[in-house]
């Protein structure tokens, strides 16, 4: 009887950790989506600009003790183009959304605020994207509800549209906005 190489069995067996190890993190709530580091931590820094012709936002204006809907977004993007007329609807609707627009231009960021209707309260203006790299932004837009004290208590990466939009984002800032 010819003896078998232990080594045989190395091959199947890190398959199937491998597989485990892909099954599980499919399986995980919201497996497409990157945590944040930041929800339950004060907001990190903004811009030192603002967008011009807007009010600059700062780290006061997070700590008011109302609720504000921070929105990450660029003038050039498709997905901030069609959320639009969600933040101008929240805003009509009389929450606090403040804009922080990144790896624009100021004409381009200014323009299209002038061209579109500036929902924004105030405005951050970050042309190298350092800003939204420390609210660890991976793509515009993304969204943060930020407590009234500053605190960050929720990140929606992605347009504000469609159902994803009704059925996470809008229960959450309800929720923020009731404990406010």
Not at 16 to 23: V, Y
Not at 27 to 52: H, I, K, N, W, Y
Not at 101 to 112: E, G, L, P, S, V
């Amino acid at each position: 009887m010819a003896k078998v190489s232990k080594l045989v069995f190395i091959p199947p067996v890190v398959f199937a950790a491998l597989a485990g190890l892909f099954f599980s993190g499919m399986m995980r709530d919201r497996a497409d989506e990157l945590p944040s580091t930041f929800v339950g931590q004060t907001a990190p820094a903004l811009p030192e600009m603002a967008v011009d012709g807007t009010t600059l936002l700062t780290a006061d204006d997070l700590a008011t003790g109302e609720v504000t809907v921070v929105n990450f977004w660029a003038s050039w993007c498709p997905p901030c183009r069609a959320e639009h007329p969600n933040l101008l609807a929240l805003e009509a609707d009389g929450v606090r959304v403040a804009g922080v627009n990144f790896r624009d231009t100021q004409d381009q960021a200014a323009d299209y605020l002038r061209d579109e209707e500036d929902p924004f309260f105030a405005t951050g203006f970050d042309p190298r994207g350092r800003t939204a790299i420390d609210w660890g932004v991976t793509a515009p837009p993304e969204t943060f509800i930020v407590d009234g004290d500053g605190t960050v208590l929720f990140r929606f990466i992605g347009p504000l549209i469609g159902s994803d939009y009704e059925q996470r984002f809008l229960p959450e800032l309800q929720k923020a906005l009731d404990g406010a």
